[in-house]
C-alpha cells in the first residue's frame, strides 16, 4: 500500500472510530442495547453490546449468557408469554420482531423493555440470525401508567362528580321537601296551638310591630288578624298595658336571651292570667329589622284549680286540727262553767278572780276561733309583716295541738332572726300540713322540732324555719315528687295528700325557697327560706291612743239579729257612757234614722244579718245620711264587699270596741 492511501486508510479508521463513539454515546444516552443472536440449526447464541449490558444491569460476563438466562430475567408474569412468542416469530417466516415486556435488574427493580430485530433467513427461510436493540422504554412506561392513573382518576372524579351532582340532587329535592313538610307542620301548629302566639318585627327605631298571629290569639284579642297585622303592640295593646311586654322584648333583643313573665291581661273584656315567653328570632333581614316570636299561655283555669287546692288542703289542715281544738275547747268550757257555777252558787271567794278566769278562758276561744277562720279563708294572699319571734308562743300553741301527746315538740327562734312579709294565714297553712305529716310519719311518737333563724344561701338572705322530725322517712322517688300538687302516699279517705304542694306554693309566692332532706328510717328534714323584710310592722290605726276618757258620749243605734249578742253589746256600750238603741233587722234600723235622723251619731251593725247585710245598710246610710258613720262587727274572717268600713271582729274586746267607737266618733266631730 501506497503511503498516500495508508494515510487516507489510517484518516478513515480514525472517523470510523469517532462515529462508532458518537453511535455508542448516542445508545447510552438513549438506553438503547444492541445484540445479536445465532439462530442456525435451532440454537440460541447471543452477542450483547456494552450498552445491552447496562440497560440489563449485567456485568461484561453477561454479553454472551444463554438464551435461558435471558428468560429467567423476565418478569414472572410475563416470562411464558414473551419467551412463547419469541420461540413461535422464530419458528415462522417472519422477518422482524417486536416485543414488550418486564424485566428484574438486580438492584433495581422492574424495568420495561422494547425490543425491535431483524431476522435474516436463508432462501429456503431457515433462520439464520437475529439482530435488534432493546429500548429502556420504563420511564415511557411510567409515564404512561401515570397518564392512565390519571385519566382513571379523573374518569373516577367525573363518574364521583356526576355521582356527588345526582346525589345533591336528590339532598336538594328531600331537603325541599321536608322544609316544605317543616313549613307545614309549624304552620299546622301555629295556626291550631291553644296558646296565643305572635310575630312582632321590630325596627331599627324601635317600634315593634305585628307580623302574624294565630287564631287563639287572634280570639283572645277580640280584634280581625287583618286588624292586628301591620299596627304596633302600642295600638293593640294600649299604651299603658303595652310597657310591659315593650320592656321584656327589649330586654330579649339586649341579651339574645329569651324572656318570661307573668301577669293579668284584660282582651276583649276578659280578665286572663296568662304566662309569657318571648324569643328572639336569629338574624336580621335586609333592613336591618329583628323579629321575635312570643308565646302568652292562659293560666286561668289552672290558677283557679291551684285555688281549690290550696283551699282544699287548708280544709284538710282544718280536719286535722278538729280532734284538738275539740280537747282545747271542752278545756276552755270546763273553765268557763266552772268559774261561772262558782259565782251563781255563791261559792266564790274571790269573785274577780273568777271572773277574770272565765274573761281569759273566753278570749282563749275567740283566739281559737279565729285561726279556724283564719284557715278556712279563701281569697287572694295579703302579706303582712310577721315577727317570729312575737308570734313564737302562738306558733308553739298552734303546732303542739296539730300533734300527738306522745311527740316532743320543741321550737327555738333566734333572738337575732329578723321579720318577714307572709301571708300569716298562709304561714300557719305551711306549718300545719308540715306538723301533720310529721305526726302521722311517728305514729309511735318521737320528735318534731321548729328552728328559725337568719340564714344566707346562694339564692340570698332569708329567714330559714327547719321543720324536722325523726320519723320514718321518705325515699328518694316519693322526695322527688313531693311537691306535686296531686302525689299523695296516703290512702284512700287519709287526707289530700302530704300536703307539701301547698308548702312549695306558699314559699314561692312568698319570693322564698323549700329544701327537703329524708333518709327512710331517719326522718324528715323541710327549710322552709322566706325573704328578709327590711320595714317594720304597722304601728296602731290612725285616731287610736291609749288615753281613754272613763266614758264617752253620745247616741249609738245597734243593729244585730242575735237577741243574746245585741244584750252584751248594749251592756258593754252603755258601761263606756253611751246611749244605745236597737234594732233586729237592717229595715227597722233605716226606719228608725229616716224618723229622727239627728238623734244618732253612730250605726254600729252586724254584717251578716236575714234581709239587708249590714254592708247594703251602710250603704244605704251613706247615700241619705252621709254624716252618720258606720262600723261593722262580723264573726267570719272575711265580709265580702265590707272594705269601704271598719270592720271588727266577734267577740270584739272591750278596749277594741271602745277605740272604734271612740276614733269614729271624734272623726265625725272633725268633719262636723
Given at each position: 500500500?501506497?503511503?498516500?492511501?495508508?494515510?487516507?486508510?489510517?484518516?478513515?479508521?480514525?472517523?470510523?472510530?469517532e462515529r462508532e463513539a458518537e453511535l455508542?454515546?448516542?445508545?447510552?444516552?438513549?438506553?438503547?442495547?444492541?445484540?445479536?443472536?445465532?439462530?442456525?440449526?435451532?440454537?440460541?447464541?447471543?452477542?450483547?453490546?456494552?450498552?445491552?449490558?447496562?440497560?440489563?444491569?449485567?456485568?461484561?460476563?453477561?454479553?454472551?449468557?444463554?438464551?435461558?438466562?435471558?428468560?429467567?430475567?423476565?418478569?414472572?408474569?410475563?416470562?411464558?408469554?414473551?419467551?412463547?412468542?419469541?420461540?413461535?416469530?422464530?419458528?415462522?417466516?417472519?422477518?422482524?420482531?417486536?416485543?414488550?415486556?418486564?424485566?428484574?435488574?438486580?438492584?433495581?427493580?422492574?424495568?420495561?423493555?422494547?425490543?425491535?430485530?431483524?431476522?435474516?433467513?436463508?432462501?429456503?427461510?431457515?433462520?439464520?440470525?437475529?439482530?435488534?436493540?432493546?429500548?429502556?422504554?420504563?420511564?415511557?412506561?411510567?409515564?404512561?401508567?401515570?397518564?392512565?392513573?390519571?385519566?382513571?382518576?379523573?374518569?373516577?372524579?367525573?363518574?364521583?362528580?356526576?355521582?356527588?351532582?345526582?346525589?345533591?340532587?336528590?339532598?336538594?329535592?328531600?331537603?325541599?321537601?321536608?322544609?316544605?313538610?317543616?313549613?307545614?307542620?309549624?304552620?299546622?301548629?301555629?295556626?291550631?296551638?291553644?296558646?296565643?302566639?305572635?310575630?312582632?318585627?321590630?325596627?331599627?327605631?324601635?317600634?315593634?310591630?305585628?307580623?302574624?298571629?294565630?287564631?287563639?290569639?287572634?280570639?283572645?284579642?277580640?280584634?280581625?288578624?287583618?286588624?292586628?297585622?301591620?299596627?304596633t303592640v302600642e295600638e293593640i295593646l294600649?299604651?299603658?298595658?303595652?310597657?310591659?311586654?315593650?320592656?321584656?322584648?327589649?330586654?330579649?333583643?339586649?341579651?339574645?336571651?329569651?324572656?318570661?313573665?307573668?301577669?293579668?291581661?284584660?282582651?276583649?273584656?276578659?280578665?286572663?292570667?296568662?304566662?309569657?315567653?318571648?324569643?328572639?328570632?336569629?338574624?336580621?333581614?335586609?333592613?336591618?329589622?329583628?323579629?321575635?316570636?312570643?308565646?302568652?299561655?292562659?293560666?286561668?283555669?289552672?290558677?283557679?284549680?291551684?285555688?281549690?287546692?290550696?283551699?282544699?288542703?287548708?280544709?284538710?289542715?282544718?280536719?286535722?286540727?278538729?280532734?284538738?281544738?275539740?280537747?282545747?275547747?271542752?278545756?276552755?268550757?270546763?273553765?268557763?262553767?266552772?268559774?261561772?257555777?262558782?259565782?251563781?252558787?255563791?261559792?266564790?271567794?274571790?269573785?274577780?278572780?273568777?271572773?277574770?278566769?272565765?274573761?281569759?278562758?273566753?278570749?282563749?276561744?275567740?283566739?281559737?276561733?279565729?285561726?279556724?277562720?283564719?284557715?278556712?279563708?279563701?281569697?287572694?294572699?295579703?302579706?303582712?309583716?310577721?315577727?317570729?319571734?312575737?308570734?313564737?308562743?302562738?306558733?308553739?300553741?298552734?303546732?303542739?295541738?296539730?300533734?300527738?301527746?306522745?311527740?316532743?315538740?320543741?321550737?327555738?327562734?333566734?333572738?337575732?332572726?329578723?321579720?318577714?312579709?307572709?301571708?300569716?294565714?298562709?304561714?300557719?297553712?305551711?306549718?300545719?300540713?308540715?306538723?301533720?305529716?310529721?305526726?302521722?310519719?311517728?305514729?309511735?311518737?318521737?320528735?318534731?322540732?321548729?328552728?328559725?333563724?337568719?340564714?344566707?344561701?346562694?339564692?340570698?338572705?332569708?329567714?330559714?324555719?327547719?321543720?324536722?322530725?325523726?320519723?320514718?322517712?321518705?325515699?328518694?322517688?316519693?322526695?322527688?315528687?313531693?311537691?306535686?300538687?296531686?302525689?299523695?302516699?296516703?290512702?284512700?279517705?287519709?287526707?289530700?295528700?302530704?300536703?307539701?304542694?301547698?308548702?312549695?306554693?306558699?314559699?314561692?309566692?312568698?319570693?322564698?325557697?323549700?329544701?327537703?332532706?329524708?333518709?327512710?328510717?331517719?326522718?324528715?328534714?323541710?327549710?322552709?327560706?322566706?325573704?328578709?323584710?327590711?320595714?317594720?310592722?304597722?304601728?296602731?290605726?290612725?285616731?287610736?291612743?291609749?288615753?281613754?276618757?272613763?266614758?264617752?258620749?253620745?247616741?249609738?243605734?245597734?243593729?244585730?239579729?242575735?237577741?243574746?249578742?245585741?244584750?252584751?253589746?248594749?251592756?258593754?256600750?252603755?258601761?263606756?257612757?253611751?246611749?244605745?238603741?236597737?234594732?233586729?233587722?237592717?229595715?227597722?234600723a233605716l226606719d228608725q234614722l229616716l224618723?229622727?235622723?239627728?238623734?244618732?251619731?253612730?250605726?254600729?251593725?252586724?254584717?251578716?244579718?236575714?234581709?239587708?247585710?249590714?254592708?247594703?245598710?251602710?250603704?244605704?246610710?251613706?247615700?241619705?245620711?252621709?254624716?252618720?258613720?258606720?262600723?261593722?262587727?262580723?264573726?267570719?274572717?272575711?265580709?265580702?264587699?265590707?272594705?269601704?268600713?271598719?270592720?271588727?271582729?266577734?267577740?270584739?274586746?272591750?278596749?277594741?270596741?271602745?277605740?272604734?267607737?271612740?276614733?269614729?266618733?271624734?272623726?265625725?266631730?272633725?268633719?262636723?
Amino acid at each position: 500500500m501506497k503511503p498516500a492511501d495508508l494515510g487516507k486508510s489510517r484518516i478513515g479508521e480514525t472517523a470510523l472510530s469517532e462515529r462508532e463513539a458518537e453511535l455508542a454515546r448516542v445508545q447510552r444516552i438513549g438506553r438503547v442495547g444492541g445484540f445479536e443472536i445465532d439462530l442456525r440449526g435451532g440454537r440460541f447464541e447471543n452477542r450483547r453490546s456494552p450498552e445491552y449490558l447496562m440497560v440489563h444491569g449485567l456485568p461484561p460476563e453477561a454479553a454472551r449468557e444463554p438464551h435461558d438466562a435471558w428468560v429467567q430475567r423476565l418478569h414472572a408474569e410475563d416470562r411464558e408469554r414473551v419467551d412463547t412468542n419469541f420461540r413461535n416469530c422464530v419458528a415462522s417466516d417472519a422477518l422482524t420482531y417486536e416485543a414488550e415486556y418486564r424485566i428484574i435488574v438486580p438492584g433495581h427493580g422492574v424495568r420495561w423493555i422494547a425490543a425491535l430485530a431483524e431476522i435474516d433467513r436463508d432462501a429456503s427461510g431457515a433462520p439464520l440470525r437475529m439482530v435488534g436493540v432493546h429500548i429502556d422504554i420504563t420511564r415511557t412506561k411510567e409515564a404512561e401508567n401515570a397518564l392512565r392513573a390519571s385519566e382513571l382518576a379523573l374518569k373516577a372524579s367525573e363518574q364521583r362528580m356526576r355521582e356527588l351532582n345526582e346525589g345533591l340532587e336528590k339532598l336538594a329535592e328531600e331537603r325541599a321537601r321536608q322544609l316544605a313538610s317543616s313549613r307545614a307542620q309549624l304552620q299546622a301548629f301555629f295556626d291550631n296551638s291553644p296558646d296565643w302566639l305572635t310575630l312582632q318585627r321590630c325596627t331599627p327605631a324601635g317600634e315593634f310591630i305585628y307580623v302574624d298571629i294565630n287564631p287563639a290569639c287572634e280570639a283572645a284579642y277580640g280584634v280581625p288578624h287583618d286588624q292586628v297585622v301591620g299596627r304596633t303592640v302600642e295600638e293593640i295593646l294600649g299604651e299603658e298595658p303595652a310597657q310591659l311586654p315593650i320592656s321584656h322584648f327589649r330586654e330579649c333583643l339586649r341579651t339574645g336571651l329569651p324572656q318570661r313573665y307573668v301577669t293579668h291581661r284584660t282582651m276583649a273584656g276578659i280578665t286572663r292570667f296568662i304566662d309569657v315567653i318571648s324569643a328572639l328570632v336569629p338574624g336580621a333581614d335586609d333592613h336591618g329589622d329583628r323579629f321575635l316570636i312570643t308565646t302568652a299561655r292562659d293560666l286561668t283555669e289552672r290558677e283557679e284549680l291551684e285555688s281549690r287546692l290550696r283551699q282544699a288542703q287548708k280544709m284538710d289542715a282544718i280536719g286535722q286540727l278538729t280532734g284538738g281544738v275539740a280537747h282545747d275547747f271542752n278545756n276552755l268550757l270546763t273553765v268557763i262553767i266552772g268559774n261561772a257555777s262558782l259565782l251563781v252558787q255563791g261559792l266564790a271567794k274571790d269573785p274577780p278572780r273568777l271572773i277574770r278566769n272565765i274573761l281569759l278562758a273566753g278570749e282563749r276561744g275567740a283566739a281559737l276561733t279565729r285561726r279556724l277562720l283564719s284557715l278556712s279563708r279563701h281569697r287572694p294572699a295579703a302579706r303582712e309583716i310577721v315577727d317570729l319571734k312575737a308570734e313564737g308562743p302562738r306558733l308553739t300553741e298552734l303546732l303542739r295541738t296539730s300533734l300527738r301527746d306522745n311527740i316532743d315538740f320543741q321550737i327555738t327562734i333566734d333572738p337575732q332572726s329578723s321579720l318577714i312579709e307572709v301571708d300569716p294565714g298562709e304561714l300557719e297553712i305551711a306549718l300545719l300540713n308540715v306538723a301533720v305529716n310529721a305526726r302521722d310519719a311517728m305514729p309511735n311518737g318521737g320528735e318534731f322540732i321548729m328552728d328559725v333563724r337568719d340564714q344566707k344561701t346562694q339564692e340570698g338572705d332569708f329567714v330559714a324555719i327547719a321543720l324536722a322530725d325523726n320519723g320514718m322517712g321518705m325515699p328518694p322517688e316519693v322526695v322527688s315528687r313531693a311537691s306535686e300538687p296531686f302525689f299523695t302516699t296516703k290512702e284512700l279517705g287519709s287526707g289530700t295528700g302530704l300536703g307539701l304542694s301547698q308548702v312549695y306554693g306558699f314559699a314561692r309566692n312568698s319570693g322564698g325557697i323549700v329544701r327537703l332532706e329524708s333518709v327512710v328510717g331517719s326522718g324528715t328534714r323541710l327549710t322552709i327560706f322566706l325573704p328578709r323584710a327590711d320595714k317594720l310592722s304597722a304601728a296602731r290605726p290612725a285616731g287610736v291612743d291609749d288615753t281613754r276618757p272613763l266614758t264617752l258620749k253620745g247616741r249609738i243605734l245597734l243593729v244585730e239579729d242575735d237577741p243574746e249578742v245585741m244584750n252584751v253589746t248594749r251592756m258593754t256600750i252603755n258601761a263606756m257612757g253611751l246611749e244605745v238603741e236597737t234594732a233586729g233587722r237592717a229595715n227597722e234600723a233605716l226606719d228608725q234614722l229616716l224618723a229622727s235622723p239627728a238623734r244618732f251619731d253612730l250605726v254600729l251593725a252586724d254584717v251578716v244579718m236575714p234581709g239587708m247585710s249590714g254592708v247594703d245598710l251602710g250603704r244605704e246610710i251613706h247615700e241619705i245620711l252621709p254624716h252618720i258613720p258606720v262600723i261593722l262587727m262580723s264573726g267570719y274572717n272575711d265580709a265580702t264587699g265590707a272594705g269601704e268600713y271598719r270592720i271588727l271582729r266577734k267577740p270584739v274586746p272591750y278596749d277594741v270596741l271602745y277605740d272604734a267607737i271612740r276614733a269614729s266618733l271624734r272623726n265625725r266631730t272633725k268633719q262636723s
